[in-house]
């Protein structure tokens, strides 16, 4: 009988046999290999309050201590002790005094996650307690910490969201000073961000600050960093959409950006002259227009003119004059001296119109302001003026 031997491989090691081929389960099944179950995703939120959790087990909450070990957030621990009760027992005040330890930038994290919980589970009850720390939370903004700084950005959009909208008087100031050219990039760019979020919760009482918003808004327009920038676009892209004018809605885009490109005011100033006022021009519609106005008082003979019959026709649409009482110390100097200086007898003549209706309506707005306020009664348009509105 023939014997076939199996052919050695020349590369093997000398001395040592092939290894034999791996031994094949019993019965000829498929072999089972135990692997560990991957580890469970955990999300965001619950790291935040892992992170709540181990805060509050550190504070002494008096009576409520036994709620606080160490696994319960905010959301446990306003459920088993009540909202008033934990800030009776001094709850906020050691989380303020966390946020503001320079020492420590895991508690000052937690902190702010805290009062983010708090505003979430409590709503708006908590206001009065919350909006007088906001501007400590704008100064977070530029904590060298990266996580201190989101949170921070998370806390302040918490207390912006549960704002009653008559409290937005009191929430504005804040966010102003917080635009300061003082203040470092990081908060002026949350600052803008937070106004942006007002446009939604309370966009009433952002347009009525409109006159207070508008010059903020283009300074930082022009800011050296691309960061507020983009955030002053988009909270001049938000605030602006409040106007309520439709007669300028066309244009309110281009009345934002070319404050940051002076290149386009001719432009501009033509489409807003080529516009039929018919809608009552009111203070927020004179904000973003006022400015725009002013440049082109100092452009060409041909732009200037434009203005000039610009201010004129929107002049007669002011159906208060108090609301213009405001821009016309921007007005007057600019229409005055291209009336007095100007080459052109027709752009003179044109500016001397504009000067007078403008010298009507501040003398309008003086007696008005000096009424008593209950005294006080809006004319009409049809009352004051007796003049068609021509382009």
């Given amino acids: 009988m023939k014997v076939i031997r199996k052919k050695e491989d020349p590369n093997a090691p000398a001395g040592k046999p092939a290894a034999a081929p791996p031994a094949k389960p019993a019965g000829g099944g498929i072999r089972v290999v135990n692997r560990a179950p991957p580890p469970p995703v955990v999300s965001q939120e619950e790291i935040e309050s892992r992170k709540v959790a181990q805060l509050l087990g550190r504070l002494t909450l008096g009576e409520h201590d036994r709620h606080c070990d160490g696994h319960t957030d905010i959301d446990g621990v306003v459920a088993a002790a009540g909202f008033s009760a934990l800030q009776a027992n001094g709850l906020l005040t050691k989380l303020k005094a966390e946020m503001d330890d320079t020492t420590n930038a895991e508690g000052r994290e937690s902190a702010l996650l ?8 409590v709503g708006r009850p908590c206001e009065p307690y919350v909006v007088p720390l906001l501007e400590h939370m704008l100064d977070r903004l530029a904590d060298k910490a990266s996580p201190v700084r989101e949170a921070a950005m998370s806390a302040a959009q918490a207390v912006v969201g549960i ?49 207070a918003i508008v010059p903020l808004i283009s300074e930082r327009m022009v800011d050296p960093r691309e960061q507020v920038k983009a955030a002053a676009a988009t909270a001049g892209t938000a605030t602006f959409k409040l106007v309520g004018n439709r007669d300028i809605e066309h244009i309110l885009d281009d009345l934002l950006h070319c404050v940051a490109r002076p290149a386009e005011v001719p432009d501009v100033v033509s489409k807003l002259s080529a516009t039929t006022f018919v809608q009552t021009v009111e203070a927020p519609a ?76 501040a003398k309008e707005g003086e007696e008005a302001s000096a009424q008593p306020e209950s005294a006080k009664a809006e004319a009409t348009v049809s009352d004051r003026w007796q003049v068609p509105l021509g382009g």
């Fill in 163 to 211: 704002l009653c909208p008559h409290a937005v008087e009191l929430v504005l100031p804040v966010i102003f000073d917080a635009m300061e050219d003082s203040k470092k990039w990081q908060v002026k760019e949350g600052a803008l961000l937070l106004l942006a979020a007002l446009t939604r919760s309370a966009p009433s009482q952002v347009a009525a600050c409109l006159p």
């Fill in 286 to 361: 004179l904000a973003v227009m006022v400015p725009l106005l002013v440049k082109g008082l100092r452009e060409s003979t041909a732009i200037q003119r434009k203005s000039c019959v610009i201010i004129t026709n929107m002049s007669k649409l002011v159906n208060s004059p108090v609301d213009a009482v405001n821009f016309l110390p921007k007005l007057l100097p600019g229409v005055e001296k291209v009336a007095r200086v100007a080459a052109d007898p027709e752009l003179r003549d044109v500016a001397s119109s504009a000067l007078a209706i403008l010298e009507k309506v």
């Fill in 114 to 121: 805290a009062f983010k919980q708090l505003c979430q589970s």
